[in-house]
């Protein structure tokens, strides 16, 4: 008894039709906006060693994984990520190549999520890494990129910027286990008022707790950076909020002030992420649809040290919302023009014909039909316009020329 | 126009707790009060609605943001987990996890492995796995305090109000886990689409409870 045979693993799914083509057009959008903007493909393998995403900060926990092994038992996984293959790359064969390097990518990531929460364990992601630049510019065109790409994706939408630098730096203040550290980490990225302030009361108050008891609330517009500057003094942290707030004003600028906001307790869940940091949201989605920031230290990690910054684009989630807001029923198939018959003996001749009015940018269809009157019912049944039979064959006409001579 | 704040609320004491704080703050919840069987109803002057569900599929529905808001227990984000901010203590619906055992046993003595049911798996391998213990869990869905009486486990990790259940089916708690209260949680992206609405109707609440608590 084969008693899988009729269904897709959980977390995956068939798309048809309608589906395939929303997300072909989004595809084809995304990717002709970042090869706009000087941007080359690139394609890594699905499955890659375990190697490559065991990372120091292990940013992929083990259950969330699919794991496999070779020929020879090593193990090997389905890429969680594109960033650290794409990270392997450059510093492997790209090692040598000019910088910056300007990177594109579209494809597929696989992490198993806790079963019937109804989310993908297989997405599409289609993305930027610009490899080998610290500069605020580089930054800059990257959030710029972002925000085209959430255009493209829908009207309605956020960007928010935040930075991994601020949070690091208000735990290197703090006296604390790592332990405890981690969970103060958990609480901010809940933003778990309640436990947060648990923990932090159980602690010596000094302005780090304060402003460790703050930071899920810093998040907003503009008005942010007065109030973060008030709670976190030093150096480090103006000359991070300052950088932030050149950002989110150039942002600003060009994407306008009601769709850039800024939240300080951001943290992503890859977390090799070392300063700017951004995500997008589009209006009717419950989860990010855009995530990503400069990870400076991944590259080194790898043994090429330069710095780095990027995005990607969940393709998977963007159809969703596109297809919920054109709200049309599915529809079956592609449409075609022209049907045609071809009478025994003359198929050749249908072939030829079809390849002429395709060149001619029409949807040509063969009918599989015996008779005409069968391809006439077929393509009223269907919605296609006209039908062409075709009775006579070069081939005959040569051959009774041939005869006459 | 965007559509109302949804606030999803854990059906039966925590959903009536919830409304009493509602009116509270001055919005009318006749609608939820003469529901019959409706599920999604008007609160206020129609910029918010309730939606009555179960409690883990509260969490369900806030995750994946067709709910901005939520009002659950502690004891269900705990099994749950998931992703959304959780914002608030509410404060009421006040209880805890614990570890009970038959009375006048010593749960930690002896070599063998110790069978624990419960309806929160997630809870009692947590609490067990912090200990660096191994335990065989059961999931018992009804009367777990069955469990031990019946002989399938040395105990039971469940929620624990007055304890009088315990007390009379011969039980006792043993160790405290956790405490338990309901909780005011968010999607991350209502959060962040909706803030200045959020904001606002979750300041009113802390408010509420700032004044109750001074009172």
Not at chain 1, 92 to 113: E, F
Not at chain 1, 320 to 340: D, F, G, H, Y
Request: one cysteine or more; hydrophobic letters at 40%.
């Amino acid at each position: 008894m084969n008693k899988y045979d009729k269904i897709t693993p959980e977390g995956t799914r068939d798309a048809l039709f309608a589906e395939c083509t929303l997300r072909r057009q989004t595809e084809n959008r995304l990717h002709g906006l970042f090869t706009a903007r000087g941007y080359s493909e690139i394609i890594t393998p699905t499955l890659e060693f375990y190697d490559v995403f065991n990372r120091e900060a292990q940013p992929f926990p083990m259950e969330k994984l699919y794991k496999l092994t070779d020929s020879k038992g090593r193990l090997m996984v389905l890429r969680p990520d594109n960033t650290v293959p794409i990270a392997r790359v450059c510093a492997t064969r790209l090692r040598n190549a000019a910088l910056p390097l300007r990177l594109c990518y579209q494809q597929t990531v696989y992490l198993s999520s806790p079963s019937l929460k109804g989310r993908d364990d297989e997405i599409t992601q289609a993305g930027i890494e610009l490899i080998g630049s610290d500069s605020r510019m580089a930054d800059l065109e990257v959030i710029a990129a972002a925000a085209d790409a959430l255009q493209a994706c829908g009207e309605e939408y956020r960007l928010e910027l935040g930075n991994a630098a601020f949070f690091r730096e208000l735990m290197s203040q703090l006296n604390a286990p790592d332990h405890v550290k981690e969970t103060i980490r958990d609480c901010i990225e809940a933003k778990n008022y309640p436990a947060l302030g648990d923990i932090l009361d159980a602690m010596p108050q000094t302005d780090t707790t304060k402003a460790l008891r703050m930071l899920p609330r810093l998040f907003g517009g503009e008005e942010v950076f007065a109030k973060a500057a008030a709670l976190c003094k030093g150096q480090h942290f103006a000359s991070i909020l300052g950088e932030l707030h050149t950002l989110w004003t150039s942002v600003a600028q060009f994407a306008g002030k009601e769709r850039v906001t800024v939240d300080l307790g951001m943290m992503h869940r890859t977390d090799y992420y070392t300063g700017m940091i951004l995500r997008g949201y589009l209006a009717g989605y419950g989860e990010e649809i855009l995530s990503g920031g400069r990870y400076d230290k991944l590259l080194a990690e790898f043994g090429y040290d330069v710095p780095a910054t990027g995005f990607a684009v969940n393709i998977d989630a963007v159809v969703k919302v596109l297809s919920r807001q054109q709200n049309t029923a599915p529809e079956m198939q592609q449409r075609s023009n022209v049907l045609i018959w071809a009478a025994e003996g003359c198929e050749a001749d249908a072939v030829e014909a079809a390849t002429n009015l395709r060149k001619k940018g029409l949807i040509v269809e063969h009918s599989l039909s015996e008779t005409l009157e069968g391809a006439q019912k077929y393509a009223a049944e269907h919605g296609i316009d006209s039908v062409l039979p075709i009775e006579i064959s070069k081939a005959n006409i040569k051959a009774e020329g041939g005869a006459a001579q | 126009m965007n559509r109302p704040i949804r606030i999803a609320l854990t059906k039966g004491r925590l959903e009536k707790d919830t409304v009493g704080m509602f009116e509270q703050l001055g919005l009318d919840c006749t609608a939820v009060r003469e529901k019959g069987r409706k599920l999604i109803l008007p609160v206020g002057d129609g910029s918010i609605e309730v939606v009555l569900a179960k409690a883990n599929d509260v969490i369900t529905y806030v995750e994946h943001g067709v709910c901005d808001l939520g009002v659950v227990g502690k004891d269900t984000i705990l099994e749950m987990q998931g992703k959304f901010y959780e914002l608030l203590d509410l404060g009421f619906g006040r209880c805890k996890f614990a570890l009970a055992v038959k009375k006048g046993t010593d749960f930690y003595s002896g070599y063998g492995v110790k069978t624990i049911a419960s309806k929160y798996p997630n809870v009692t391998r947590r609490f067990f796995e912090a200990k660096g213990m191994d335990v065989d869990i059961v999931k018992i869905e009804g009367s777990v305090e069955l469990a031990p009486l019946l002989e399938l486990s040395d105990g039971i990790v469940d929620i624990v109000e007055t304890g009088t259940t315990l007390k009379e089916n011969g039980l006792e708690v043993y160790e405290d886990v956790c405490p338990i209260s309901a909780r005011l949680i968010a999607n991350t992206v209502s959060m962040k689409l909706r803030q200045a609405e959020l904001e606002a109707l979750i300041s009113k609440i802390e408010s509420y409870f700032s004044t109750q608590n001074a009172g």
